[in-house]
T-cell receptor, first 116, second 114 residues
Protein backbone atom coordinates (compact mmCIF):
# COMPACT_ATOMS: atom_id res chain seq x y z
CA UNK A 1 0.00 0.00 0.00
CA UNK A 2 1.09 3.52 -0.73
CA UNK A 3 1.13 6.39 1.73
CA UNK A 4 1.59 10.09 1.09
CA UNK A 5 2.61 12.46 3.86
CA UNK A 6 2.39 16.22 3.88
CA UNK A 7 3.99 17.39 7.08
CA UNK A 8 2.93 21.04 6.89
CA UNK A 9 -0.78 21.44 7.67
CA UNK A 10 -0.62 25.21 7.14
CA UNK A 11 1.79 27.67 5.59
CA UNK A 12 1.77 31.33 4.70
CA UNK A 13 3.82 33.41 2.30
CA UNK A 14 4.03 37.05 1.36
CA UNK A 15 2.84 38.00 -2.07
CA UNK A 16 5.68 37.82 -4.66
CA UNK A 17 7.78 35.59 -2.40
CA UNK A 18 8.69 31.94 -2.93
CA UNK A 19 7.32 29.06 -0.88
CA UNK A 20 8.05 25.32 -0.85
CA UNK A 21 5.50 22.69 0.15
CA UNK A 22 6.80 19.31 1.27
CA UNK A 23 5.58 15.84 0.36
CA UNK A 24 7.02 12.42 1.06
CA UNK A 25 5.62 9.09 -0.01
CA UNK A 26 6.18 5.44 0.61
CA UNK A 27 5.84 2.77 -2.04
CA UNK A 28 7.41 -0.42 -3.27
CA UNK A 29 6.50 0.42 -6.86
CA UNK A 30 9.28 1.35 -9.24
CA UNK A 31 7.13 3.16 -11.78
CA UNK A 32 4.57 5.69 -10.74
CA UNK A 33 3.29 9.22 -11.17
CA UNK A 34 3.16 12.05 -8.67
CA UNK A 35 0.84 15.03 -8.76
CA UNK A 36 0.19 18.27 -7.02
CA UNK A 37 -3.43 19.38 -7.00
CA UNK A 38 -4.73 22.73 -5.80
CA UNK A 39 -8.15 23.15 -4.16
CA UNK A 40 -9.12 26.82 -3.71
CA UNK A 41 -12.07 27.86 -1.55
CA UNK A 42 -14.28 27.31 -4.59
CA UNK A 43 -13.34 23.61 -3.91
CA UNK A 44 -12.62 22.69 -7.54
CA UNK A 45 -9.59 20.38 -7.52
CA UNK A 46 -7.16 21.71 -10.12
CA UNK A 47 -4.10 19.90 -11.45
CA UNK A 48 -0.98 21.96 -10.81
CA UNK A 49 1.83 19.70 -11.97
CA UNK A 50 2.62 16.09 -12.76
CA UNK A 51 5.89 14.15 -12.48
CA UNK A 52 6.69 10.78 -13.98
CA UNK A 53 8.97 8.79 -11.71
CA UNK A 54 11.13 7.45 -14.51
CA UNK A 55 12.00 10.99 -15.61
CA UNK A 56 14.93 12.47 -13.73
CA UNK A 57 14.15 16.00 -14.89
CA UNK A 58 11.98 17.95 -12.51
CA UNK A 59 8.65 19.09 -13.93
CA UNK A 60 7.87 22.80 -14.23
CA UNK A 61 4.71 24.71 -15.10
CA UNK A 62 5.22 28.46 -15.21
CA UNK A 63 5.69 29.58 -11.58
CA UNK A 64 5.33 26.05 -10.25
CA UNK A 65 8.19 23.56 -10.11
CA UNK A 66 8.95 20.39 -8.23
CA UNK A 67 12.02 18.93 -6.58
CA UNK A 68 11.68 15.20 -7.13
CA UNK A 69 14.11 13.04 -5.18
CA UNK A 70 13.25 9.44 -6.03
CA UNK A 71 15.72 7.79 -3.68
CA UNK A 72 14.49 9.90 -0.79
CA UNK A 73 10.85 9.49 -1.93
CA UNK A 74 10.39 13.21 -1.72
CA UNK A 75 8.31 15.42 -4.00
CA UNK A 76 8.20 19.08 -2.98
CA UNK A 77 6.39 21.89 -4.78
CA UNK A 78 7.97 25.31 -5.19
CA UNK A 79 5.76 28.29 -5.97
CA UNK A 80 7.66 31.33 -7.19
CA UNK A 81 6.33 34.89 -7.24
CA UNK A 82 3.34 33.89 -5.09
CA UNK A 83 0.03 35.48 -6.04
CA UNK A 84 -3.15 35.98 -4.04
CA UNK A 85 -4.86 33.46 -6.30
CA UNK A 86 -2.46 30.79 -5.08
CA UNK A 87 -4.29 30.73 -1.74
CA UNK A 88 -5.67 27.19 -1.55
CA UNK A 89 -5.29 23.71 -0.12
CA UNK A 90 -2.53 21.85 -1.92
CA UNK A 91 -2.64 18.07 -2.14
CA UNK A 92 0.19 15.78 -3.11
CA UNK A 93 -0.99 12.56 -4.79
CA UNK A 94 0.50 9.30 -6.02
CA UNK A 95 -0.59 6.65 -8.48
CA UNK A 96 1.29 3.56 -9.67
CA UNK A 97 1.67 3.34 -13.41
CA UNK A 98 0.35 0.56 -15.56
CA UNK A 99 -2.94 -1.04 -16.40
CA UNK A 100 -5.14 -1.70 -13.42
CA UNK A 101 -3.89 1.33 -11.54
CA UNK A 102 -6.82 3.52 -10.76
CA UNK A 103 -6.70 5.02 -7.32
CA UNK A 104 -5.00 8.27 -6.48
CA UNK A 105 -3.59 8.23 -2.96
CA UNK A 106 -3.64 11.72 -1.47
CA UNK A 107 -1.82 13.39 1.36
CA UNK A 108 -3.81 15.29 3.98
CA UNK A 109 -3.06 18.60 2.32
CA UNK A 110 -1.29 21.85 3.12
CA UNK A 111 -3.33 25.02 3.50
CA UNK A 112 -1.41 27.85 1.87
CA UNK A 113 -2.29 31.46 2.53
CA UNK A 114 -0.76 34.20 0.40
CA UNK A 115 -0.62 37.47 2.33
CA UNK A 116 -0.83 40.80 0.52
CA UNK B 1 -13.58 22.29 -23.98
CA UNK B 2 -15.91 21.63 -21.05
CA UNK B 3 -14.43 20.12 -17.93
CA UNK B 4 -15.92 17.55 -15.60
CA UNK B 5 -19.35 18.63 -14.41
CA UNK B 6 -21.26 17.49 -11.36
CA UNK B 7 -24.78 17.99 -10.12
CA UNK B 8 -26.24 19.07 -7.86
CA UNK B 9 -23.90 21.55 -6.20
CA UNK B 10 -25.37 21.10 -2.76
CA UNK B 11 -27.71 18.60 -1.16
CA UNK B 12 -29.28 18.39 2.25
CA UNK B 13 -30.78 15.07 3.30
CA UNK B 14 -31.85 13.41 6.52
CA UNK B 15 -30.64 10.16 7.99
CA UNK B 16 -32.02 7.08 6.27
CA UNK B 17 -32.77 8.81 2.98
CA UNK B 18 -31.22 7.95 -0.35
CA UNK B 19 -29.30 10.29 -2.65
CA UNK B 20 -28.06 10.26 -6.24
CA UNK B 21 -25.13 12.35 -7.43
CA UNK B 22 -24.29 12.85 -11.09
CA UNK B 23 -21.09 13.35 -13.05
CA UNK B 24 -20.32 14.07 -16.69
CA UNK B 25 -16.73 13.42 -17.74
CA UNK B 26 -14.59 15.40 -20.13
CA UNK B 27 -15.42 14.54 -23.72
CA UNK B 28 -13.33 11.56 -24.83
CA UNK B 29 -12.71 10.30 -21.30
CA UNK B 30 -14.02 6.82 -20.57
CA UNK B 31 -13.01 6.43 -16.93
CA UNK B 32 -14.86 8.02 -14.04
CA UNK B 33 -13.69 7.99 -10.44
CA UNK B 34 -15.56 8.96 -7.30
CA UNK B 35 -13.84 10.27 -4.16
CA UNK B 36 -15.20 11.28 -0.79
CA UNK B 37 -13.65 14.27 0.97
CA UNK B 38 -14.89 14.26 4.53
CA UNK B 39 -13.70 16.71 7.14
CA UNK B 40 -10.64 15.37 8.87
CA UNK B 41 -10.42 12.26 6.70
CA UNK B 42 -8.90 13.64 3.53
CA UNK B 43 -9.73 12.30 0.10
CA UNK B 44 -10.83 8.68 0.02
CA UNK B 45 -11.26 6.64 -3.15
CA UNK B 46 -14.81 5.33 -3.57
CA UNK B 47 -15.37 3.82 -7.01
CA UNK B 48 -13.85 3.52 -10.47
CA UNK B 49 -15.90 2.98 -13.64
CA UNK B 50 -14.49 2.37 -17.07
CA UNK B 51 -16.32 1.48 -20.28
CA UNK B 52 -19.55 1.02 -18.35
CA UNK B 53 -18.15 -1.43 -15.83
CA UNK B 54 -17.28 -1.04 -12.16
CA UNK B 55 -13.55 -1.77 -12.10
CA UNK B 56 -12.84 -1.31 -8.44
CA UNK B 57 -14.15 0.15 -5.22
CA UNK B 58 -12.59 1.53 -2.09
CA UNK B 59 -13.24 0.54 1.48
CA UNK B 60 -16.87 1.67 1.63
CA UNK B 61 -20.02 -0.28 2.51
CA UNK B 62 -22.31 -1.66 -0.22
CA UNK B 63 -24.83 1.13 0.32
CA UNK B 64 -22.44 3.20 -1.79
CA UNK B 65 -23.01 2.16 -5.37
CA UNK B 66 -23.15 3.62 -8.82
CA UNK B 67 -23.16 3.05 -12.49
CA UNK B 68 -21.76 4.39 -15.72
CA UNK B 69 -23.92 5.04 -18.73
CA UNK B 70 -23.13 4.45 -22.43
CA UNK B 71 -22.21 8.14 -22.78
CA UNK B 72 -19.69 7.62 -19.92
CA UNK B 73 -21.55 9.83 -17.47
CA UNK B 74 -21.92 8.34 -14.04
CA UNK B 75 -24.16 8.28 -11.00
CA UNK B 76 -23.20 7.69 -7.40
CA UNK B 77 -25.99 6.38 -5.19
CA UNK B 78 -25.88 6.35 -1.44
CA UNK B 79 -28.63 4.48 0.42
CA UNK B 80 -29.61 4.66 4.07
CA UNK B 81 -27.70 7.87 4.64
CA UNK B 82 -25.78 8.24 7.87
CA UNK B 83 -24.50 11.42 9.50
CA UNK B 84 -20.91 10.50 8.65
CA UNK B 85 -21.76 10.51 4.94
CA UNK B 86 -21.70 14.30 5.10
CA UNK B 87 -18.84 15.23 2.80
CA UNK B 88 -17.77 16.72 -0.49
CA UNK B 89 -18.10 14.10 -3.22
CA UNK B 90 -15.67 14.62 -6.06
CA UNK B 91 -15.86 13.03 -9.45
CA UNK B 92 -12.83 12.78 -11.73
CA UNK B 93 -12.39 11.53 -15.26
CA UNK B 94 -9.48 10.28 -17.32
CA UNK B 95 -8.75 8.75 -20.70
CA UNK B 96 -8.97 5.32 -19.11
CA UNK B 97 -5.35 4.33 -19.51
CA UNK B 98 -4.86 3.46 -15.90
CA UNK B 99 -2.07 4.95 -13.92
CA UNK B 100 -0.47 6.59 -16.92
CA UNK B 101 -3.34 8.98 -17.20
CA UNK B 102 -4.13 12.16 -15.31
CA UNK B 103 -7.42 12.46 -13.46
CA UNK B 104 -9.28 15.74 -13.85
CA UNK B 105 -11.76 16.70 -11.19
CA UNK B 106 -15.19 18.26 -11.16
CA UNK B 107 -16.34 20.94 -8.73
CA UNK B 108 -17.91 18.44 -6.35
CA UNK B 109 -21.26 17.94 -4.66
CA UNK B 110 -21.54 19.00 -1.04
CA UNK B 111 -23.79 16.53 0.80
CA UNK B 112 -25.07 17.38 4.26
CA UNK B 113 -26.88 14.70 6.24
CA UNK B 114 -28.96 15.92 9.17
Amino acid sequence: AQTVTQSQPEMSVQEAETVTLSCTYDTSESNYYLFWYKQPPSRQMILVIRQEAYKQQNATENRFSVNFQKAAKSFSLKISDSQLGDTAMYFCAFIPSGAGSYQLTFGKGTKLSVIP
Amino acid sequence: EAGVTQSPTHLIKTRGQQVTLRCSPISGHTSVYWYQQALGLGLQFLLWYDEGEERNRGNFPPRFSGRQFPNYSSELNVNALELEDSALYLCASSLGQGGTDTQYFGPGTRLTVL
